[in-house]
């Protein structure tokens, strides 16, 4: 007959079976188990916990860097100006290329290599490292608005510093391009350029651009009579002589109408027409070397005189 429970000794059975199994199950893990495992996983555990709060943290806080680092190129920027306000030069210098350097992309960029420039130019007298920084800020920047002042001062110290009147045309004549208000300026000293170089055709050309692109420039009687200088330099001295009559008519309350005056009555005496060169020196007023003027009749009357005893 099937019994409806086990026996007693059936589950005596089973319970020993259940004990042994725990015993090789306890074995097994006291077999596998490794102290160092668990100190791995505990430091691993709090390697990442460290790294969720860093992350948290960096969260919150990249705002703050981010503005922060923004506002470094100003800041470098106005402790430079301290610095030279200071007379240290040499630490504003060291600033201020640290932050072309290592900020060439922000607008106080050019800002410190014109200040570079500006420093060598005034307070070392450095011009022909001053230019190098000029050159520089506009290869660099060509459509930053501190180049216009850049070339300016390029061509000043080209020009009147360093004698390089080749290189001062270049700067001049970019200028000239940009549509300056000075055009009338920088045409005049383009002219005067040429002069230096001894180029007297392209010096009276770019004084007659500048009559005709400036009809109302305060130059322009200036112009007008160093362009009769240089048509006296070509031979072509009646040109010359139509010139500074024309300047004598047009501009008589000009201080260059008595020099006018006085280079026509030199013309009339080197062609021979010295009855009529005396007559324009002795009706010459307010020249600024009146002792000049004076030997030059004296000396004219004598010739004069000596001609009619020839005679």
Same mark, same amino acid.
């Given at each position: ?90 630490? /504003? ?5 640290? *932050?072309?350097?290592? $900020?060439?992309?922000? &607008?106080?960029?050019? =800002? +410190? %290599? #014109? @200040? ?86 392209? /010096? ?5 651009? *500048?009559?005709?692109? $400036?009809?109302?420039? &305060?130059?322009?009687? =200036? +112009? %007008? #009579? @160093? ?85």
């Amino acid at each position: 007959m099937r019994r409806l429970f086990p026996s007693p000794s059936w589950r005596r059975r089973i319970r020993r079976m259940k004990r042994d199994m725990l015993e090789k199950q306890l074995k097994r893990e006291l077999k596998n188990w490794d102290p160092k495992r668990k100190s791995r996983s505990r430091k691993l555990s709090w390697l990442l916990l460290g790294l969720a709060v860093l992350l948290i943290l960096g969260a919150g806080l990249y705002p703050l860097y981010r503005n922060w680092e923004e506002g470094a190129p100003e800041r470098m920027l106005n402790h430079g100006g301290e610095l030279e306000s200071a007379h240290q030069f040499e630490t /504003a210098e060291a600033l201020y290329q640290q *932050l072309s350097q290592d $900020y060439a992309a922000t &607008p106080q960029a050019p =800002e +410190a %290599l #014109y @200040r570079l420039a500006r420093i060598e130019q005034y307070n070392r007298q450095n011009l022909r490292k001053a230019l190098l920084w000029y050159l520089r800020l506009e290869k660099a920047y060509p459509d930053n608005p501190l180049v216009h002042a850049t070339r300016r001062e390029s061509a000043r110290i080209s020009k009147y510093s360093l004698g390089d009147f080749a290189q001062a045309i270049s700067f001049y004549e970019r200028l000239l391009l940009s549509g300056d208000e000075n055009g009338d300026r920088y045409l005049f000293e383009i002219a005067d350029c040429y002069f230096q170089l001894g180029n007297y055709v392209q /010096a009276r050309i770019e004084l007659e651009i *500048l009559g005709e692109n $400036y009809p109302d420039s &305060p130059l322009l009687v =200036e +112009a %007008l #009579y @160093r362009k009769g200088g240089l048509l006296v330099l070509e031979g072509r001295n009646k040109e010359a002589g139509e010139t500074w009559t024309a300047l004598v008519e047009r501009y008589p309350e000009s201080i260059y109408r008595s020099q006018a005056e006085f280079d026509l009555a030199k013309l009339l005496e080197e062609d021979g027409r010295l009855a009529e060169a005396l007559k324009k020196y002795q009706e010459i007023d307010d020249f600024p070397q009146p002792q000049l003027l004076e030997e030059k009749i004296e000396h004219l009357k004598k010739r004069i005189a000596e001609k009619k005893k020839a005679v």
